[in-house]
């Protein structure tokens, strides 16, 4: 099974939501459509829905064009943000609902209600309704009646995002398990890059109705075909500071240098833009070839193990993400170290000329 966009766009009272994209997903794959929100995630999942038809392209199921072809009629299941449960209806018949629907043989119906419920651990629990549930249980419920129809296609708009933490967690390790045990082809839309992480498979970097990068989740994230893409694969987003190639050295915004080496030896002496992601910036100097730069601390927040500092660094705001709690000054002067290795080289058009050391070791 494959799902395949030819050109595929869409736009709303003259505004593009989706510019033509071309995309083919494989069975028995998992794939996730990052972006931030309004970046395009939920109108594309729509289009390989047949919620919405394209302005121009087509869409194709097993090499079958399915471009105007309804919802209906679709081997395909969606699971929302807000995920939906029939609350007078117990664990069991929200699962059976779709099967009763397609009119599936009694005996069928209940074969496949249980063999849904123990993949998704909720067989002691197919006689309580769904308020006598907690959160994660209940997602799982919605999650079981978008399976029990053995679609082709699963589709997951934020699935987790109206949940807490450790449920979220709990239920980002148990979707990949489901994904494999179904075979069938998974999209799943998220803002968050450490969910894309965690899920792997294949990422789709979305940005302003474009679909920037496609392809296997750790490559995307090591290597960024452009800054744009560097950029919605970050959280916080990547730091960006003017560079330029002179000979054999790197000449960094503060009068900085670090020594070209690798692929960037090879790189034409010009102007370019570095890009550093915020965990590799420190307020130490762990390397002896990490680069000092001096900023302005203007917000710094603590998430508990870790605190965020908000940087001015001239015409740029930074953010690091560094490793502890650290009081810290607001409004002063803050020394920060970088490491040559973590930096990506973007060209003046935003496109990578050159990866970060460390990822190509990855």
Request: charged share 20%; aromatic share 6%.
């Amino acid at each position: 099974m494959t799902l395949e966009l030819k050109g595929v766009s869409k736009s709303v009272d003259g505004q593009p939501h989706i510019h033509p994209t071309d995309l083919t997903l494989e069975n028995g794959t998992m794939n996730v459509l990052l972006g931030p929100t309004l970046s395009g995630k939920t109108s594309l999942m729509r289009l390989m829905a047949g919620l919405d038809a394209p302005n121009t392209g087509q869409i194709f199921w097993e090499g079958r064009d399915v471009t105007g072809v309804r919802v209906q009629d679709r081997q395909i299941a969606m699971v929302y943000q807000q995920f939906i449960n029939y609350p007078s209806m117990t664990v069991y018949d929200n699962i059976a609902s779709p099967l009763k629907l397609m009119g599936v043989d009694r005996k069928e119906i209940d074969r496949r209600v249980h063999e849904t419920a123990e993949l998704m651990k909720l067989a002691p629990m197919l006689d309580r309704k769904p308020l006598e549930l907690s959160g994660g249980q209940q997602q799982r419920c919605a999650l079981a009646r978008a399976l029990v129809k053995n679609a082709g296609l699963v589709l997951l708009d934020e699935p987790l995002a109206n949940l807490d933490y450790k449920l979220r967690e709990e239920l980002r390790i148990e979707i990949p398990k489901i994904f494999e045990a179904s075979g069938s082809i998974f999209v799943y839309a998220t803002t968050e890059p450490e969910e894309a992480l965690l899920l792997g498979g294949n990422t789709a970097t979305l940005w302003q109705g474009k679909v920037t990068q496609f392809g296997p989740t750790p490559q995307v994230y090591r290597q960024p075909v452009d800054a744009t893409t560097a950029r919605v694969f970050s959280d916080p987003p990547m730091n960006f500071l003017s560079v330029t190639k002179s000979g054999g050295q790197l000449m960094f915004g503060d009068g900085q240098s670090a020594k070209a080496t690798g692929q960037l030896a090879a790189l034409p002496d010009g102007r370019y833009t570095a890009g550093f992601r915020p965990n590799h910036l420190e307020i130490r100097q762990h390397s002896p070839d990490a680069m000092q730069f001096v900023a302005k601390l203007s917000v710094t927040e603590l998430t508990g193990s870790e605190t965020f500092v908000h940087l001015d660094h001239h015409d740029e705001r930074w953010v690091g993400l560094i490793h502890g709690v650290h009081e810290l000054e607001l409004g002063a002067r803050l020394d920060v170290w970088l490491d040559p290795r973590h930096v990506y080289i973007f060209g003046e058009d935003g496109k990578l000329v050159a990866p970060a050391a460390y990822a190509l070791a990855a």
